[in-house]
């Protein structure tokens, strides 16, 4: 449905995975929060710093070293507040974060409270109205494994004291979709008008190191609908690899139908994180159809837990997981891993965990 953004006096809270999404997924929405009287704060997760094709690409060199990564999110980040300013957001309400670039992912599956940690204290200091933040559903995995902190920092804050939660998707499957608006429950449009739009492409255009490689994909997200999933809303074209999720006596299953791509392609390793404080468990395991069995692997100390059954193929197929294998928790958080590739099948999946008295 259409949204005209937030109303007059509120306060929005924007976490970007890199710098460019800010702009890409809110430029318009931002500006109009701040004409409308509201206070917005930008938090960059991390700097975009891990970029090496594009960087030897830009500067024209082959070998990147870890200065020289350090020395293009420190580019980044000033390409990030020039964008800023040209939608009206001061530097003062920039927040880096500084956590490692393509590696968000390790910080979900470590265990690591810190990042979780430093979120709740940014919400409670500034005391959002609205939380902006990306998608589980997004393929690329920086930007699905911030959505699942994001929803542990939540979690933990006081009912009364956690701001509404609006995401938003830049990395989908070509065919979810195609070019049309989507639609359906949950589903906010925002549209811009043409001066926000033409403040948000000259924004755009700050990213110049990111224009050298995605210009024509980037300057088309100046010229539509901002689109906002409102809540646990998720897309409804963008399907998650595990698609079913079924409690037996004994065991959770799993059915899995895997689409493997350019983008994704390789061994299958299926990934599960709980979200209890102060004790969260990842455990992992290999969807190696042909043994019929996988050892499921405690990410965090390597210990087996448990053994999964398998049935399938090279498509996908049932797992079952033992119960006594799952840590408890209030939910749990699904991911597919594939071996190569840049981006995800379909991000992280979260479900009520299915042991709870009152599910």
Request: proline share 7%.
């Amino acid at each position: 449905m259409s949204w005209e953004g937030p109303g007059p006096g509120e306060s929005v809270f924007l976490l970007a995975p890199h710098p460019d999404d800010e702009t890409l997924s809110a430029g318009g929405l931002l500006q109009r929060t701040l004409a409308h009287g509201g206070r917005t704060i930008v938090a960059f997760a991390t700097d975009g710093e891990n970029n090496p094709w594009t960087q030897r690409l830009v500067e024209r060199r082959l070998r990147v070293g870890p200065e020289d990564s350090a020395r293009f999110g420190r580019r980044r980040r000033e390409e990030a507040l020039a964008a800023l300013s040209e939608l009206g957001v001061p530097s003062a309400d920039a927040v880096f974060l500084g956590l490692p670039d393509q590696a968000i992912t390790d910080i979900v599956l470590s265990g690591s409270d810190a990042a979780v940690e430093r979120l709740i204290s940014l919400i409670a200091l500034r005391r959002p109205t609205l939380l902006i933040a990306p998608s589980l559903f997004d393929l690329h995995p920086d930007h699905s494994a911030l959505a699942v902190l994001v929803r542990l920092a939540l979690a933990r804050l006081e009912p009364g004291r956690r701001p509404r939660l609006f995401s938003y998707l830049i990395h989908r499957t070509r065919g979810a979709g195609g070019g049309a608006t989507p639609d359906g429950p949950g589903v906010l449009r925002f549209q811009p008008s043409e001066k926000e739009m033409d403040r948000k492409r000259r924004a755009i255009l700050c990213h110049t190191t990111q224009l050298a490689v995605h210009r024509r994909k980037f300057l088309s997200f100046a010229d539509r609908p901002e689109i906002f999933y409102s809540g646990e809303a998720a897309p409804g074209d963008d399907r998650h690899p595990v698609r079913r999720v079924r409690l037996g006596p004994d065991t959770l299953r799993l059915d899995v139908v895997l689409s493997p791509r350019f983008g994704a392609f390789g061994r299958p390793t299926l990934h599960l994180a709980t979200d209890a404080s102060g004790e969260r468990r990842s455990l992992s395991f290999d969807l190696r159809w042909r043994r019929g069995r996988a050892d499921v692997k405690d990410f965090i100390t390597d210990q087996t837990t448990g053994r999964v059954a398998l049935r399938g193929g090279r498509r996908g197929g049932i797992v079952e997981v033992p119960l006594q294998a799952l840590p408890g928790s209030r939910r749990l958080y699904l991911k597919l891993e594939r071996r190569f590739g840049f981006f995800d099948e379909g991000g992280w999946l979260e479900v009520e965990d299915p042991r709870r008295d009152d599910a």
